[in-house]
């Protein structure tokens, strides 16, 4: 970032009062002044196309964990589905509402609905 806001001319200001205050930092310009031009252009070039497999690094990551949700609430749903056409069919074999419940684990108010 502060090869980038160095030559930024909005930004500029603020990186010069940060390297008059921080030695780490003025030693960089140091450094950066034995820079020719392409090597500072490929730096701002590098850093550039690591915060882009940053973000895309992220965004993989987000859609990952968003498909394994939705597995999860997928597998979740149809594991309810399954419980509750069970009660219907015990239902209709006339299990009391008792052994219904035992047996599938849903409320009691959902099997009478059903």
Do not use: H, W
Request: aromatic letters at 8%.
């Amino acid at each position: 970032m502060f090869f980038e806001y160095l030559t930024d001319p909005e930004k500029r200001a603020k990186i010069i009062g940060i390297v008059n205050r921080e030695e780490g930092i003025a030693m960089a310009v140091k450094t950066m002044k034995g820079f020719t031009r392409e090597e500072l252009d490929y730096i701002r070039e590098s850093y550039r196309i690591k915060c882009d497999m940053d973000y895309q690094d992220e965004l993989v990551t987000t859609q990952r964990k968003a498909l394994k949700d939705g597995r999860r609430k997928g597998r979740e749903e149809g594991r309810n589905e399954a419980k509750i056409e069970t009660a219907r069919k015990m239902k209709t074999m006339g299990f009391l509402e008792e052994q219904i419940r035992a047996v599938t684990g849903l409320p009691a108010d959902m099997i009478i609905q059903l």
